[in-house]
Every structure is written in structure tokens, then in C-alpha cells.
């Protein structure tokens, strides 16, 4: 190896510290996770967590970056070895922390990194995490946005938004052609489905968490009120009836199911790892109705899509490896920012937070 590339290499991985902790002070945690390889693995035995691989290290932060008030971590870079396509180094880093269970302080301590050459550059193959002073005396400072009543400071993607947010939201919705109600909570929004949709309607349901806590998944498939698109396209040969399933998935009469995000400018997020409640969403339905907690409420588009990945995308991972036995992806993604013309559009905004 020349000089040339090992100073090339030096700089792309001392790059490869800055970013790492460039995504962990911008709360990217899909970012952060595509630093490390397949294999990769994160160890901070004082906590204790040890995560492997890029998903477990994307739920694993969203977990962590749940608990925190505040968070602040400057990184120094320290000695790095290279040897042919793999390398060793160190970073020492100084991080300033309270979180929502009152805990707080400042410490300071090592990363003892691993690191591997890549088809897409240098990634991180192992980053152990190692502390070296632990200070827990109650900070006198505070984030400046997390104070006062003007605050601005962007709230976990699991708590609820207040009611001026969801007013905004709502506002902003119906100015787009979208009929907008905000209920109380589940048992509003399971009497309001029932009263929406006819009798004997042709109803196909989206998977999600939403309809399955408030009941409304059972009373349409599997109780006798309305035709279940669901239950007859489980019956279906995937193969020689493929062309009916799939008329018969894009054009119900009315279709149910949640969304990833909505935004305050007006604008529906749905991510799909099969697809298959698109068409019906996007024009193939005579009526699309969205069930929404107030904690998929954000400010925008960029806020939305970052909800998918780091919050939503992880949590529904979790559930399909525990009832299929594999990770879920956002295979498609879908952005309402009106309803189709023939699709009559009715987004139900609940004022607690429901499902993920």
C-alpha cells in the first residue's frame, strides 16, 4: 500500500467518527446504523447494551433516544492502526446527558473501534464503548429550547401532540380536500367507523396496530356486519387466482388503516412493506378512512419521513419478526398530500396516542 492511500484511508475513517457522531446529535438513527457492517456490533458494557447488526442497532437507539431530555457528545479522534482492509482506533469523547427519568450528568469515555473496508467504504465493525469518568452531581444548565412556554424543542415520536398541533394538522387536512374529524380516543373512533360505513359494504382492512387495538379489525373481519376483503383474499390461491386478489385488494368499497406520520402541512405518510393497501389509498376505493393517534402528528415532510425509519420502521420489524419470522422493510412509500378524486378520503385524528 502506498502512502497516498494509507493517508486516504486515515482520513475516510477518521470521517466515518465524525459522522457517527454527527447522526447521534441529529437524532438520525438510520444514518447512524448504515455506518456499521452487516455483522457489526456495539457494546457499552457500563449501561449494559450489546447490539448486533444494523437493525437491532436502529431499535436500540430509538429506545435510548426515547429517554433523553437532553443529550450532547463532542468526539476527539485518537490513534488509528491500519492494516490491509481492516483497522483499529480509538475515540475519546465527552458527552453531557439528562434524561426523562431525572437521571443526569457528564462523563467522559473511550470508543475502542474496529473497522472494515467495504464495497461502500470503511464501516464499523465493532465499537465498544468504555467509560472513564462518571460525574451524576445535578447539572446547572439546560437545553435553552426544552424551557419557557415558546418552547420549540421537537417532542419523541411517541408522545402526543397537544391540541393546538392537532388543530393545525386538522386545519391544514381539510384545506386539502381531506374530511377531517378529531375524536377523543379508540371507542369514539370504533362507533364513528361503524357509523360511516353501510352495512354489507366491501371492506378491506390495512394491517395495523390502530385497528387491532380498538377492535375495529375484529368487527369487520370477523364479524358478519360487512363483506371481509381480508378474510376472502386469505382464502385465495396466490398464484392461479392472482389477477382477481388483485382487483379485489385495490377496489373495495371502503378501505381501513392507519398512516406512518401526518403532517401539519396537510399531508398523509403510509409506508408498506407488501404494497398491498396502495391502490386502494391511492384511487381504487370508493372510500379510504385513516385512524390516527396524536403522536404520528409532526411538523413536515422531512420530520415524517425520519418518524418512518427511525421510529416506525423498527417497532414494525419487531412485531412481523415475532409473527412471520422476518424484519419488515419500507418497500413503498406513500404520500397523500390530497385524496384521489374518486376516492373519498376521511382521516379520523384521535386526541391520545395509539398504536406506532
Do not use: C
Amino acid at each position: 500500500m502506498n502512502d497516498f492511500q494509507a493517508i486516504a484511508d486515515r482520513v475516510e475513517i477518521q470521517a466515518l467518527q465524525a459522522e457517527f457522531t454527527d447522526a447521534v446529535m441529529m437524532r438520525e438513527r438510520s444514518r447512524l446504523a448504515r455506518l456499521f457492517t452487516p455483522d457489526g456490533v456495539l457494546r457499552m458494557p457500563d449501561v449494559p447494551i450489546e447490539l448486533v447488526g444494523p437493525e437491532e442497532i436502529l431499535a436500540g437507539g430509538v429506545k435510548l433516544q426515547e429517554q433523553w431530555d437532553f443529550f450532547v457528545q463532542t468526539t476527539h479522534p485518537g490513534a488509528i492502526r491500519i492494516d490491509g482492509d481492516t483497522a483499529t482506533g480509538r475515540a475519546y469523547m465527552h458527552e453531557v446527558v439528562r434524561l426523562k427519568n431525572g437521571v443526569e450528568g457528564l462523563n467522559y469515555a473511550v470508543y475502542h473501534d474496529r473497522y472494515r473496508r467495504t464495497e461502500d467504504g470503511w464501516r464499523i465493525a465493532e465499537r465498544v464503548y468504555e467509560m472513564r469518568y462518571l460525574d451524576t452531581t445535578p447539572l446547572t444548565g439546560s437545553a435553552p429550547q426544552s424551557t419557557g412556554p415558546d418552547s420549540h424543542a421537537p417532542a419523541p415520536f411517541t408522545e402526543p401532540a397537544p391540541a393546538e398541533r392537532l388543530e393545525r394538522a386538522a386545519a391544514a387536512l381539510a384545506a386539502n380536500g381531506f374530511t377531517v374529524e378529531v375524536l377523543d380516543g379508540l371507542a369514539a373512533a370504533r362507533a364513528r367507523v361503524e357509523e360511516l360505513i353501510p352495512a354489507d359494504a366491501a371492506v378491506f382492512t390495512g394491517a395495523s396496530e390502530t385497528l387491532r387495538l380498538s377492535g375495529i379489525d375484529e368487527d369487520v373481519n370477523a364479524g358478519d356486519r360487512y363483506r371481509s376483503v381480508k378474510s376472502r383474499a386469505l382464502a385465495m390461491d396466490r398464484v392461479t387466482e392472482a389477477d382477481e386478489l388483485r382487483r379485489l385488494v385495490a377496489t373495495p368499497d371502503v378501505v381501513l388503516g392507519s398512516v406512518a406520520a401526518v403532517t401539519e402541512t396537510g399531508s398523509l405518510v403510509i409506508a408498506s412493506g407488501t404494497g398491498s393497501q396502495l391502490p386502494s389509498y391511492a384511487g381504487g376505493a370508493g372510500r379510504a378512512i385513516w385512524i390516527v393517534g396524536a403522536q404520528k402528528v409532526v411538523p413536515d415532510l422531512p420530520t415524517a419521513l425520519r418518524r418512518v425509519e427511525d421510529h416506525a420502521l423498527p417497532l414494525e420489524s419487531a412485531r412481523a419478526r415475532a409473527a412471520y419470522g422476518q424484519d419488515s422493510a419500507v418497500n413503498q412509500l406513500l404520500v397523500l398530500n390530497a385524496p384521489a378524486r374518486l376516492t373519498a378520503g376521511t382521516v379520523l385524528l384521535l386526541r391520545e396516542a395509539v398504536g406506532y
